[in-house]
């Protein structure tokens, strides 16, 4: 493959074309209801799911999975073909080609080529990958049996490798929900965890995505501080790594505020202003 040189204005040209984020949020905090703030019309949700009726007045289009093959396939026809891997294997040249001939012509084809991809959500596609991961020669020893960390560490690496190839996807915005859960300690504190299997994929990908993001509900105590307050209709995005209140996030473009209106248009437009 040929190397590809890059002038400085073509470097920023193709990052503010290409945007992720992953936003983990607490069960019915309105994670999926954030679908109402990007544009219909350009804006594609993967609903892994099977959770649109909290959103059934939005009039934008959704591919529902099922399976995690279903999973890298559309990430295939998303992400384009990657020329640096081998024909037998996922989103090769060849992967590619298939799902591009599967689907030519049908809604799959339309929809994944919109430039909002929304995928809801990164905690149950890690669950259909472990159904996958569980069923493969990697999964079991030489007798025959069951390995769990050989099942774990195939989950990881088929989570990251898909991730990682959609995240490259050219001129697409990418945003991933997950689930956000509070783990308690034995000393009775706790912290906020997203929900994922395995705890690789967990680590790893705030490293692939540009943007993580925790949502929450806000609010004001006597001083006039935002404090979290599960009662509250307030719901805020957090964006900074460094924050009060143990929440896990990431700014990688330098431009958000600690808290954000849950408006992804205006927060996207916000991240790739020049």
Known sequence: MALKALSADERNSAAHNRTSLVIFGPYGVGKTSLLHTLPAEH???????????????????????????????LDALIGGPDPAVA?????????WEHVCKKYAGTAIEDYAHRPVIF?????????????????????????????????????????????????????????????????????????WVPQLEGSKAGRELPGIVDQVISMQTFAKDEAGEWVLDPSSEDRMLLTKTVNPYGLPAKDRSGRLDLLEMPDLSALLTKINQR
Not at 51 to 70: H, L, N, P, Y
Not at 87 to 95: A, E, F, G, I
Not at 166 to 175: C, D
């Open 43 to 73: 804006t594609t949700c993967i609903d892994i799911e099977a959770g649109m009726k909290s959103v059934a007045s939005w009039r934008g289009s959704s591919i529902e999975i099922e399976t995690f093959q279903d999973f890298q396939d």
């Open 87 to 95: 024909p037998d294997k996922w989103y090769s040249v060849q992967h």
């Open 119 to 191: 995928v809801d959500s990164i905690s149950k596609l890690t669950r259909l990958a472990m159904t996958y991961a569980q069923q493969q020669p990697e999964a079991f020893n030489r007798k025959g049996q069951a390995d769990t960390r050989g099942a774990y560490g195939l989950l990881a690496r088929v989570v990251i490798n898909a991730l990682d190839h959609l995240q490259h996807a050219s001129g697409k915005t990418l945003i991933f929900v997950g689930l956000l859960e509070w783990i308690k300690d034995e000393n009775g504190g706790g912290e």
